[in-house]
Nanobody
Framework: QVQLVESGGGLVQAGGSLRLSCTAS????????MCWFRQAPGKEREFAAG????????YYADSVKGRFTVSRDNAKNTVYLQMNSLKPEDTAVYYC?????????????????WGQGTQVTVSS
């Protein structure tokens, strides 16, 4: 079992940047594929970015490609989401999630463990 805690959210103006962090408990962090999802008010949770267990493969939703970068530091049990050129439509609660299976998926129901979420608000 793994527990996930996100941090780094906040209020930023359009065009600004934020870096989210998600720190995991336990000693097997490198066994988990990790994803960032987001959920805006009144909308379904959607995939934003993902990273393989080793960090060698990354995946992005079209809406964030070129602006967001996902990375991980397995020695620190942490996955990051660097968000640049933020837009008001990026406003959402951002969640990190962990999956034990190797095959990547962007479907929320396929993830076993979730953090509590961190709010990102982008003002215009």
């Amino acid at each position: 079992q793994v527990q996930l805690v996100e941090s780094g959210g906040g209020l930023v103006q359009a065009g600004g940047s934020l870096r989210l962090s998600c720190t995991a408990s336990g000693r097997t962090f490198s066994s988990y594929g990790m994803c960032w999802f987001r959920q805006a008010p009144g909308k379904e949770r959607e995939f934003a970015a993902g990273i393989s267990r080793s960090g060698g493969n990354t995946y992005y939703a079209d809406s964030v490609k070129g602006r967001f970068t996902v990375s991980r530091d397995n020695a620190k049990n942490t996955v990051y989401l660097q968000m640049n050129s933020l837009k008001p439509e990026d406003t959402a609660v951002y969640y990190c999630a962990a999956r034990t299976r190797v095959l990547f998926t962007s479907t929320p129901k396929d993830y076993n463990y979730w953090g509590q979420g961190t709010q990102v608000t982008v003002s215009s």
